[in-house]
């Protein structure tokens, strides 16, 4: 059983920062690709930002300079640095991991709320 613990998400002020991190616990393979996704109110969800094990990262146009994708492949942990935060960045935030055998394992998802 895999399981994915997110923490980090809250309330914040336009232009000021979070940081988001997952930790992943259980039986898997090998993780290949960790990375971050959001659905906001009536939206799909998107793709943020997402890592490889060997660092290649790639990014939604729309956080590009302001979002960091890191990961601690010790720890099995990813994370997402977040500046500059707009209102139209709320949304729930969850976490994904891929493993080398293309299994998805999902987290249950954090809420970020950017408001004055």
């Known amino acids: 059983q895999v399981q994915l613990v997110e923490s980090g998400g809250g309330l914040v002020q336009p232009g000021g920062s979070l940081t988001l991190s997952c930790a992943a616990s259980?039986?898997?393979?090998?993780?290949?690709?960790m990375g971050w996704y959001r659905q906001a109110p009536g939206q799909q969800r998107e793709l943020v930002a997402s890592?490889?094990?060997?660092?290649?990262?790639n990014y939604a146009d729309s956080v590009k300079d302001r979002f960091t994708i890191s990961r601690d492949n010790a720890k099995n942990t990813v994370y997402l640095q977040m500046n500059s935060l707009k209102p139209e960045d709320t949304a729930v935030y969850y976490c994904r991991i891929t493993n080398i055998r293309s299994d998805i394992y999902w987290g249950q998802g954090t809420q970020v709320t950017v408001s004055s």
């Open positions: 890592i490889t094990s060997g660092g290649s990262t």
């Open positions: 259980g039986h898997y393979f090998s993780i290949y690709v």
